[in-house]
C-alpha cells in the first residue's frame, strides 16, 4: 500500500528536476505537463483523468418502484503518461488506476496485490503504416470499449460491452492502415496474447488468445480520430462512417468471460473450454449527429464447467448475444441529448434472465469538449424473471 505515496513523490522529484529539459504547461486537455529531452531523444506528457458520480436505483414492486439504492463515488481516476523514446517512431503509453474499482480485483493471479496498472505498452513504427504494439493495454475489440472512458458520449459503457467485452491482455499486437482509393482506408489489427486479462503474475493457464480486426472508413477518416470519440464534438462537415469487424479467438480459456470474469476451478485444477467471440460495430458523424450500432455473439466449445466426475462446478461461460444501438445530437450550445437500446440475449443454459433490455435517455454539457464536461442519464432495464430496475445518474469528469 506504499505505492500510492511512492508514486506521488516519484512525480513530484521528476517535476523539480526537469530544468534541465525542456518543459511548458499545454493547454488544459493537453496534460498537466509536458517535458522533452534537449536533444529531443525523449518526450512526456503527464495527464490525469477524474470522474465523479451519484446513481440512484430502484427495483420495481407492486407496480411501483422501491427499494433505493444511492451512492456516491468515483469512478475512475487515473495517471497517464506517455511520449517517445529515443525516436518518435519509439512511442509508449502507461496508465496507472488509483480508484477502489480501477485497482479492484486483486488475487492470487496478482500475487493478492491491487491491480494498478491499466496500460504499459511500446509501439514501434518499424515500417511504413506498420506498427508493433507489445506490453499491457486494450485488445482490438468492440468499438465502444477501445472508445476511452474519457470520451464517452453517455455516462458510462452499454451493457453489451459490460457481458462481452476482452478488454486488457498482455502480449504482441500488429497495425497496419492502407488506402483503397484517395479517401477510403483499411484498417487491420492483429494481436497475441495470455488470454486471462490484465496484471495477471502467476503465469499463463490454458493456451492464448488471438484476435483480429478489420475497419473500413469509406468516406476517409474521421477529424481527430472521431471514429473512436462519442458524440461528434468536432461537427463533421462531410459524412463519416467507420465499420468494424472483430473475431476473438481464446484456446483452452479458464474464465468465465474468456479473458474476462472468474477463473473456473474444478477438484482437479482448471476447466479449460475454446471461446470464439465475434463483434461487429459502426460509427456514423455528421453535423452533430451521431450513431453508433454493435453486435456481439460469444460461443464455447463447452460452456459449463464440470469436475472430474462430470457434476457441475456451477461456473458457466458467459455464453450469447447482443445489440447495442445509440444515438445523439449535439447542439451549437454544446449541450447534446442521446440515446440508447441494449439487447442481452445469454444462453438459456446459463441464466434464467437470459432476456435483458436496457433503454437509456442522456443528456450532457461539453464545457471544453470531453475534458470537462457533466453528464446525465437515465436507464430502464427489463429482465425475464427479476424485477424491472430504474436507474439514474449524474457525473462530472475532467481529464487534463
Do not use: C
Not at 488470454?195 to 488471438?210: A, D, H, K
Request: aromatic residues 14%.
Amino acid at each position: 500500500m506504499a505505492f500510492r505515496p511512492a508514486l506521488l513523490v516519484l512525480f513530484f522529484v521528476t517535476a523539480s528536476i526537469v530544468h534541465a529539459q525542456d518543459m511548458y504547461a499545454p493547454k488544459f486537455g493537453e496534460g498537466i505537463l509536458n517535458l522533452k529531452g534537449k536533444d529531443s531523444t525523449w518526450s512526456m506528457k503527464v495527464g490525469m483523468q477524474m470522474q465523479f458520480q451519484g446513481f440512484s436505483q430502484w427495483e420495481e414492486e407492486d407496480a411501483s418502484f422501491a427499494n433505493e439504492q444511492t451512492s456516491f463515488l468515483i469512478r475512475r481516476a487515473r495517471l497517464k503518461l506517455d511520449g517517445f523514446a529515443y525516436s518518435p517512431k519509439l512511442t509508449y503509453k502507461i496508465a496507472i488506476g488509483l480508484s477502489n474499482r480501477d485497482i479492484s480485483g486483486g488475487s492470487e493471479y496478482t500475487s493478492n496485490a491491487p491491480r494498478y496498472i491499466l496500460d504499459a505498452v511500446m509501439k514501434w513504427n518499424f515500417y511504413q503504416n506498420f506498427e508493433l504494439w507489445f506490453g499491457q493495454t486494450k485488445l482490438p475489440g468492440n468499438r465502444d470499449h477501445i472508445i476511452s472512458s474519457g470520451n464517452l458520449q453517455m455516462v458510462d459503457r452499454s451493457l453489451l460491452n459490460g457481458n462481452y467485452n476482452i478488454d486488457r491482455d498482455l502480449g504482441f499486437q500488429l497495425r497496419h492502415h492502407f488506402k483503397l482509393s484517395e479517401k477510403f482506408v483499411v484498417k487491420e489489427a492483429f494481436a497475441w496474447s495470455q488470454g486471462e486479462g490484465r496484471n495477471i503474475t502467476s503465469g499463463n493457464l490454458g493456451g492464448f488468445q488471438y484476435t483480429s480486426r478489420l475497419e473500413l472508413l469509406p468516406f476517409g477518416n474521421f477529424t481527430k480520430n472521431g471514429d473512436y470519440i462519442g458524440s461528434d464534438i468536432y461537427r463533421e462537415d462531410t459524412p463519416k462512417l467507420a465499420v468494424g469487424f472483430t473475431y476473438d479467438f481464446n484456446n483452452n480459456a479458464v474464465k468465465t468471460g474468456s479473458n474476462q470474469g472468474s477463473y473456473m476451478v474444478t477438484d482437479t485444477g482448471f476447466f479449460e473450454t475454446n471461446i470464439s467471440t465475434v463483434f461487429i460495430d459502426a460509427m456514423f458523424k455528421y453535423q452533430g449527429f451521431s450513431l453508433m450500432a454493435e453486435y456481439a455473439d460469444r460461443t464455447a466449445a463447452d460452456p459449463l464447467a464440470k469436475n472430474s466426475d462430470g457434476t457441475l462446478t456451477g461456473d458457466a461461460v458467459q455464453i450469447g448475444n447482443g445489440l447495442n444501438f445509440q444515438a445523439g445530437y449535439l447542439f451549437e450550445s454544446n449541450w447534446e441529448v442521446s440515446g440508447r437500446y441494449t439487447n442481452i440475449d445469454f444462453d438459456k443454459d446459463i441464466t434464467s434472465d437470459n432476456a435483458q433490455n436496457q433503454y437509456t435517455l442522456g443528456v450532457s454539457k461539453y464545457i471544453i469538449g470531453h475534458k470537462l464536461k457533466v453528464q446525465s442519464d437515465v436507464s430502464y432495464l427489463t429482465m425475464n424473471f427479476s424485477n424491472d430496475q430504474l436507474l439514474w445518474r449524474l457525473q462530472f469528469a475532467i481529464h487534463f
